[in-house]
């Protein structure tokens, strides 16, 4: 990934939150030549350094998962036009400011229903409680998970490398940056505001 040297981040705390923040990400494997790309929902192990993550068996792409030449996880968080008309002096042109984070590793299946089914729990519970739900898996009758998990494939991305981008408008001056998070923070749009605070967060020395 291109990253301008003002647009990199490597800190590992904030690239695990970014994970977690925006946790459905596309799984990207390459193999003779030929990408397949599917989306997913994903969760983060910080102290194994893991992605957990499963798909359906239907799923073909699960069967050449051990086997791929390249693998990686792109996450991407918020994203959003900006419009030159925003800058303090009129040298700018259209750009966009956005979020964005890819995994790099290496899979291995889960095999254990154990462990498959202590996944199902993780990413129902964290999936719950940050949309404010209360559906558990304990509400499905016994019969019913097992039906269920037959159909499904359980797998494991031991993290290898990260590579974060934010571009937040830090090659532009501070009153540009500023006119930028007050567009963004007048928006009605959510993602737009959550741009405008993680800009907010960046000005601060």
């Known amino acids: 990934m291109h990253i301008p040297e003002p647009f990199l981040v490597t800190d590992p705390e904030v690239l695990y939150q970014w994970i977690e923040d925006w946790s459905f990400g596309k799984l990207v494997t390459s193999r003779r030549g030929k990408l397949e790309i599917n989306d997913m929902p994903f969760y983060l192990d910080r102290e194994k350094g893991e992605l957990l993550g499963h798909m359906a068996r239907a799923n073909g792409q ?24 925003w800058y303090s002096q009129p040298d700018g042109v259209p750009t966009w400011n956005y979020i964005t984070l890819q995994v790099s590793g290496k899979a291995e299946l889960i095999k254990t229903e154990s462990e498959s089914f202590a996944l199902l729990e993780r990413l129902s519970q964290a999936n719950e409680a ?32 990260m590579e974060g981008k934010a571009k937040l408008s830090q090659n532009r ?31 601060k020395p």
């Open 62 to 85: 699960w069967q050449t998962l051990l086997m791929v030449e390249d693998l990686l996880v792109i996450f991407d968080g918020p994203h959003g036009y900006v419009s030159p008309t």
């Open 173 to 203: 001056s501070k009153m540009d940056r500023v006119g930028v998070i007050q567009k963004f923070s007048a928006s009605p749009d959510s993602q737009l505001q959550t741009l405008s605070r993680l800009m907010k967060a960046d000005l």
């Open 130 to 161: 940050r949309y404010a739900g209360s559906w558990s898996l304990d509400q499905l009758d016994e019969f019913r998970v097992r039906t269920l998990m037959k159909q499904i494939v359980f797998f494991r991305i031991k993290i290898t490398s």
